[in-house]
């Protein structure tokens, strides 16, 4: 147990292991989508940061970033909605073949992912771009990104 600097002697919490974050991002960089946080402590309990919120990228960083600073975990996963790694020119990626009737079944969609979507995944979007590192790496060099990495769940071709 450690205290925060803003409690009294008498509060104590679990140490932070793990923010968690899920963020839908909308795709693009105008457009709104949402985002919610929840704390891992290392003794395996969860707490939420709020309820979920409104957010652009660029809102969306700032919460994380004042989240990271409040709450000080020891790592930060962020859970992203749309693809951070694109390299096809047009059409679809075959993961979106393959998952696109079962997401309709479900009353879904599936958005193509290629580079001729230029504000979704061309040099100047803000996640998910051709390349291997991302603009916003980039255009925010300040920010920790050592700290922070992208994976794809598993290797698709």
């Known amino acids: 147990m450690h205290k925060r600097a803003h409690s009294s002697s008498r509060d104590t919490v679990p140490i932070v292991s793990t923010l968690l974050v899920g963020f839908d991002s ?28 409104e957010a652009n990228f660029e809102q969306a960083e700032k919460v994380i970033l004042d989240w990271q600073t409040l709450e000080r975990p020891k790592r930060t996963l962020v859970l992203l909605d749309q693809p951070t790694i694109v390299k096809n020119t047009t059409g679809q990626r075959p993961v979106e073949n393959l ?59």
């Open 99 to 157: 998952v696109a009737s079962s997401v309709s079944l479900r009353r879904g969609g599936v958005q193509p992912a290629n580079t001729a979507k230029i504000e979704m995944f061309g040099e100047s979007a803000p996640y998910g771009t051709s390349s291997s590192d991302s603009v916003a790496r980039r255009t925010r060099p300040s920010l920790p990104w050592e700290r922070w990495s992208s994976r794809p769940t598993r290797p698709l071709r």
């Open 26 to 53: 909308a795709w693009t960089p105008d457009n709104t989508g949402a985002l919610v946080g929840v704390l891992r402590s290392a003794d395996g309990t969860f707490r939420e940061l709020g309820t979920p919120r």
